[in-house]
């Protein structure tokens, strides 16, 4: 067994695991902070919908596809400027949040924006004939409604993340990605980079298995 | 108490969905508005609790321009205007408890009220054991006996219907408007009711304005619009489903005789056929109720004997056309 997989430190592995556990948490919870109001507003400004408003939805939209458009690798490296005024760092756990952040929230707004237009417009019609204020409308109608929808997004998100945090280790984040480049691609050491893609795939197969099942919960259709 | 005057309404699309509509509905009456597909009609009613906004001219409620409230206003209108839709618009991750509460709510009702509002209204519609299902777990029927029961939870006076039972059974559809029309009596609710179905005009409207291309073609009371359709476009929506308008040949004079309320019980015409000597062919006819009246029409061709004293005789019993 320890022949096998001679080049592990498994230490190392652990280390690098919590890291990548850490890194995704912080950028998740931050992801879905931030994410959330900007896809709820995406969907509010949007035509037909109350706050209706040409200016404003285009230029979210605009800001929210030019993100999307840059490739993460970039993204990492363009912000590295302003994600030390930030966390005071570029490197390690800390300085690979603010672009996973910046580089996840565009896309779980469109998720969370294409989950509130999964609610039915007579819903909506019929909140509003209560005398709801907007607020009432998404806290107590299209948030609730979309719930299960926002938590499938939240999933696909979380498990985008964990190949953002693979490559963000590239550039010194840390984590179980980082290892696998370090050892496993530039040092030959195929069996920590076969225990790297395992623990990741683990991680994978969670994700999606509690993301699933929240959202079988949730679901009352 | 609801009135529009001169209502126009054009989408940003430049489509025009309605062209100059006036109309009146007087308080504790239940009014429908018929038409056909894409006649304007939910464009209509929903500019009567502002979800719409008029292009030109003016909607009012007890002389309030609905257009002209906003916010607060608007919100406290919305109130006194309950609303049903064809596809119930519940929502689907909620109990009913909680749908019904949802208006109380949002009104700012404090636990004890709601707790102790909620299963009056469920009671009212029927569904006290069912306040802890889901919509999805509901037929129909019920689904909209939920969505009668949350329209009516902040205590309006006015009930908007919009195709209310145009995704109901008929049986079902008879039983929610039968709801319907109990609620107009007991708690004097003023109802506008729009639908596409004559036969639903003629269950519970007391008046009813006919709505083509965006405009009211003809307004009245609904025996008056159902027995004696004055526009061509009501007639043709008379005539939908049944041969009535087929031209009938017959060697004689045709008349229709239009009874109402007790007539339709007297043994008219074989009474005037002994006295008369003439014969009644019976070419078509229908007989049926209306929301608080009976009816009965026949179209009948005349043979033989005295017609001109069966004619005379007909009309002191009902009504006669040529
Ligand atoms: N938001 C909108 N934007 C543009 N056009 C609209 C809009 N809402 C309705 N219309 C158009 O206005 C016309 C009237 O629509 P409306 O929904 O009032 O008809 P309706 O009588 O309720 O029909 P139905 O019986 O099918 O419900 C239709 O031609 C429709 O396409
Ligand atoms: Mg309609």
Redesign the pocket.
């Known amino acids: 067994m320890s022949d096998w997989f001679a080049n592990v430190d498994w230490s190392e592995i652990a280390q690098a695991s919590l890291d990548t556990l850490t890194m995704l948490g912080g950028s998740l919870l931050l992801t879905i902070l931030l994410g959330l109001p900007l896809g709820v507003l995406l969907f509010l400004t949007s035509p ?1 919908q109350v706050w209706q408003n040409r200016a404003v939805s285009g230029v979210l939209a605009l800001a929210v596809n030019l993100l999307r458009s840059v490739p993460f690798i970039i993204l990492l490296i363009v912000m590295i400027p302003l994600t030390v005024l930030l966390v005071g760092t570029s490197l390690g756990v800390a300085g690979a949040i603010p672009p996973l952040v910046v580089g996840a929230a565009p896309f779980f707004a469109r998720l969370v924006e294409s989950a509130l237009r999964e609610v039915d417009r007579n819903t909506i019609e019929a909140v509003q004939a209560m005398g709801a204020t907007t607020r009432d409308l998404v806290f107590r109608a299209l948030l609730p409604e979309a719930l299960p929808g926002i938590i499938a997004a939240a999933t696909v998100t979380a498990i985008a993340l964990v190949s953002f945090t693979a490559m963000a280790g590239a550039v010194g984040a840390g984590g179980l990605g980082d290892l696998a480049i370090r050892f496993g691609y530039q040092r030959f050491q195929t069996d920590v980079m076969l225990v790297t893609v395992v623990l990741l795939l683990v991680l994978v197969q969670f994700l999606q298995m509690a993301g699933d099942r929240l959202v079988r919960h949730f679901t009352r259709r | 108490m609801i009135r529009l005057e001169n209502v126009h309404k054009a ?3 430049g ?1 025009a ?1 309605l062209g100059g509509v006036d109309l009146e509905v007087a308080r504790g009456e239940v009014f429908g508005i018929i ?10 009613v929903r500019l009567l609790n502002g979800l719409e906004r008029p292009s030109t001219g003016t909607v009012s409620i007890d002389g309030t321009n609905v257009s002209s409230l906003s916010g607060e206003g608007l919100r406290t209108l919305r109130r006194r205007v309950g609303m049903i839709f064809q596809n119930f618009g519940l929502l689907s991750s909620r109990t009913v408890f909680d749908n019904v509460a949802l208006p109380l709510r949002i009104a700012g009702a404090d636990k004890a009220r709601i707790a102790e509002r909620v299963p009056e209204l469920l009671a009212r519609v029927g569904l006290i054991d069912h306040g802890g299902k889901y919509p999805a777990q509901l037929s129909g029927g019920q689904k909209q006996r939920v969505g009668i029961a949350r329209a009516l939870a902040t205590g309006p006076d006015i009930l908007l219907c919009d ?1 209310a039972t145009s995704a109901l059974d008929p049986e079902t559809t008879r039983s929610i408007l039968t709801l319907i029309a109990d609620l107009n009596r007991e708690l004097g609710l003023t109802i506008v009711l ?1 639908t ?1 179905e004559m036969e639903v005009v003629r269950q519970v409207c007391d008046r009813v304005a006919v ?1 083509h291309a ?1 405009r009211v073609v003809e307004t009245g009371s609904v025996a008056q619009v159902f027995l004696d359709p004055k526009a061509a476009e009501t007639r043709a929506m008379l005539d939908e489903g049944s041969d009535h308008a087929a031209p009938i040949a017959f060697d004689g004079p045709i008349i229709r005789l239009t009874l109402r309320g007790d007539a339709i019980l007297q043994p008219v015409l074989t009474r005037i056929a002994r006295e008369t000597g003439t014969d009644f062919a019976i070419l078509d006819g229908r007989i049926g109720r209306f929301k608080d009246a009976s009816f009965g029409q026949l179209t009948l061709g005349l043979t033989g004997g005295d017609t001109a004293a069966a004619l005379a005789a007909l009309r002191q019993h009902g009504e006669v056309s040529e």
Do not use: M, N, P
């Not at chain 2, 038409?35 to 209509?44: E, P, Q």
């Open positions: 037909g | 989408f940003a699309s489509h969905a038409g056909r597909s894409g006649a304007g009609k939910s464009t209509l195709e729009i596409h709505l965006g």
